[in-house]
């Protein structure tokens, strides 16, 4: 059983999944119960679901397995399957819930003295640390596991505190920091014959990476790779990641009208899986492409919606970075803020009042309303009042109080 469920799981790894073996391991644990001490079958499943896509089942069949821990009263595990449903948490973009429940992992880890399991622990604290912007606590976690893994010659666990490392750099908008680990990474992972990028995410980064950094060429090489590799395994989640990126290349290489479509079925991709926090890094990119493609308007709320998702998240050097490119698409939309003028004026807008009946009210003249809309429209980004409307009615325009300066 555990012979057959290891051999699938190595076969996954490199890149030739056997959904039948480890089907056949699993039954086997479901006649004869799980292993004690070693990672059973329905692990190593719920697993290789994850590195697929399936957040559904990889969240529910993990729940499972802990709850079965805590009716055998096998906390040595424990950990390690808190370990495994943190990560599954943070790749839908549940941040707090993922801190939770890495919390509860190192817990329970110093509880039974499992020094092993707590060092294990550092890469998905220092993943959702990465995610919710504190990149000075996420890269200090990383370098304190690169030391570990490094210093017990775990070459295929360096990648993921590098891994980290390059997340927190394109974040920070570090182009050529997050180029160089991440290609590093890459490498690594194609030296020790790893073909599931699934396993270890980190190809459509170093390709995001390296496409900020302006090597257009080395990017495209690296996205076959991933689009070879997507195919081979037939993940729903390294598929929408390729597609995401052969739309980043399209907009690098200048076809941002090719690269929107690309971008926006990516995204949906994601968003149908669940994957929030890719979901939203899409739109952004989608965003950029409306605006190489002259479309303000339309890129002015895509990169809204981008920087409103990553808000949610609690995702703030990325939240951060979506409001820079709204800025820059619609200057003044990023903040919602309208002069006092120009909020009464939204105000009545959004209350169906038609031009005549707005200079009534304000006391001025048609032309000077026409006047001020105009600049609302440009402030926002937008072309309508339709649109102004929505916004408004959204909470996405703050309403300036007092009097013009």
């Known amino acids: 059983m555990v012979t057959a469920a290891t ?54 069949e993990f729940d499972a397995i802990l709850a079965d821990m805590a009716r055998h009263g096998n906390e040595f595990r424990r950990p390690f399957g808190l370990y495994d449903l943190a990560l599954v948490h943070c790749a839908a973009g549940d941040l707090a819930v993922a801190r939770e429940l890495v919390d509860q992992a190192l817990e329970a880890a110093r509880d039974s003295e499992d020094v092993y399991a707590e060092g294990w622990l550092l890469y998905p604290l220092a993943l959702v640390e990465a995610w919710l912007g504190r990149a000075d606590e996420a890269r200090a976690i990383a370098h304190r596991l690169l030391e570990r893994v490094r210093a017990l010659d775990m070459r295929s ?72 590799e997507a195919a081979s395994v037939q993940s729903a989640w390294a598929l929408a990641a390729a597609e995401r990126c052969g739309g980043l290349l399209l907009l690098a290489r200048g076809d941002a009208e090719a690269a929107v479509p690309a971008l926006e ?21 989608q965003g950029r492409a409306l605006l190489r493609s002259g479309r303000r308007s339309a890129a002015a709320e895509s990169l809204s919606e981008a920087r409103d998702r990553f808000a949610a998240m609690g995702a703030a050097l990325w939240a951060a970075r979506a409001a820079g490119d709204l800025e820059r698409a619609a200057p003044g939309r990023a903040a919602g803020e309208l002069t006092a003028t120009e909020s009464r004026i939204a105000g009545l807008v959004a209350e169906g009042r038609k031009n005549r009946e707005i ?11 026409e006047a001020h809309l105009t600049r609302i429209y440009r402030k926002l980004g937008i072309r309508s009042r339709s649109e102004l409307t929505r916004l408004v009615a959204g909470g996405s325009v703050t309403l300036a109080a007092g009097e013009d300066a």
């Open 7 to 60: 051999l699938a799981h190595l076969e996954a790894v490199a890149g030739t999944p056997r959904p039948d073996l480890v089907q056949r391991a699993v039954s086997l644990e479901s006649e004869v119960g799980s292993p004690s001490i070693l990672i059973g079958p329905r692990t190593l499943r719920a697993k290789q679901a994850f590195w697929a896509g399936d957040l559904a089942f990889a969240e529910t």
């Open 157 to 228: 666990v360096v990648v993921r505190p590098l891994a980290v490392l390059g997340l927190v750099a394109l974040s920070e908008d570090d182009a050529q920091e997050a180029a160089a680990v991440l290609v590093g990474a890459a490498e690594l992972l194609e030296v020790m014959g790893y073909a599931h990028p699934g396993a270890f995410p980190v190809l459509p980064d170093a390709v995001e990476a390296l496409v900020a950094a302006g090597d257009v060429d080395a990017a495209g090489m690296l996205l076959e790779r991933l689009e070879r």
């Open 265 to 285: 079925s990516a995204g949906a991709a994601f968003a149908g899986l669940g994957y929030r926090p890719d979901a939203a890094r899409a739109l952004l990119l």
């Open 359 to 369: 200079g009534e009210t304000l006391y001025m003249s048609v032309a000077t309303v």
